[in-house]
Nanobody
């Protein structure tokens, strides 16, 4: 059973930056490297949407709304995935969730709140 714990959320002004981390436990670094890792977000009253993905091989994908502002990366030795968020906007306010996928298995973290407001 893989456990995912997100951290790094908080309150930031528009135009600011945050770096989210998602640490995995309950698995080895070798197995962790086989997971596709995703960041989703859910704003109040809205559905949970995919923000960024990094495949096991390192290929990345981003939602159009965050392209050029957000960067996803991973450190398999540390069993951690990151989301660097720059030029934040009020519409980026949401709970951000880490997700791990492999074959037909998926795991979720409990989320970290990001609030972008002046």
């Amino acid at each position: 059973q893989v456990q995912l714990v997100e951290s790094g959320g908080g309150l930031v002004q528009p135009g600011g930056s945050l770096r989210l981390s998602c640490a995995a436990s309950g698995t080895s670094s070798v197995i962790f490297s086989m997971y596709d890792m995703n960041w989703y977000r859910q704003a109040p009253g809205k559905e949970r949407d995919l923000v960024a993905r990094i495949r096991s091989g390192g290929v990345t994908n981003y939602a159009d709304s965050v392209k050029g502002r957000f960067t996803i990366s991973r450190d398999n030795n540390k069993r951690t995935v990151y989301l660097q968020m720059n030029t934040l906007k009020p519409e980026d306010t949401a709970v951000y969730y880490c997700n791990a996928e492999r074959a037909y298995t998926t795991y979720w973290g409990k989320g970290t709140l990001v609030t972008v407001s002046s």
